[in-house]
């Protein structure tokens, strides 16, 4: 998977490739100009809005680099994120998990 990474961050942002990540269902979605776009995709197939959260992997980087906790689809103050990044610890370390069980870096 992370050769694919690769090969997505090189033909569209260069060294990055958006994703969408279902917390509750452990599922992932990746490469797309928007993370809305990703967002809408788990919505078709079934996530709920507040399981789903937008980052950022950065396949040519290791450890805490690899993964950025950044997208306008994270701004959800009713769920007590304010801003682009998400606040709660225990979702990113949810992620993180769930990354780790997926890509293999």
């Known amino acids: 998977m992370l050769t694919e990474l690769k090969q997505m961050a090189a033909a569209t942002f ?3 490739v ?6 509750d269902r452990e599922l992932i979605a990746v490469d797309a100009e ?3 776009d990703l967002e809408a995709l788990l919505l078709q197939d079934g996530s709920k809005q507040k399981s789903l959260w937008g980052i950022n992997f950065y396949p040519e980087m290791h450890g805490d680099d ?3 906790f950044d997208s306008m689809i994270n701004m959800r103050p009713s769920q007590g994120n304010r801003s682009r990044a998400i606040e709660n610890k225990e979702i990113c370390k949810k992620i993180i998990e769930i990354v780790a069980k997926r890509i293999k870096q």
């Open 66 to 68: 690899f993964i950025e």
């Open 14 to 16: 260069g060294d990055l």
């Open 18 to 23: 958006k994703a969408a990540i279902d917390v």
């Open 34 to 36: 928007l993370h809305a």
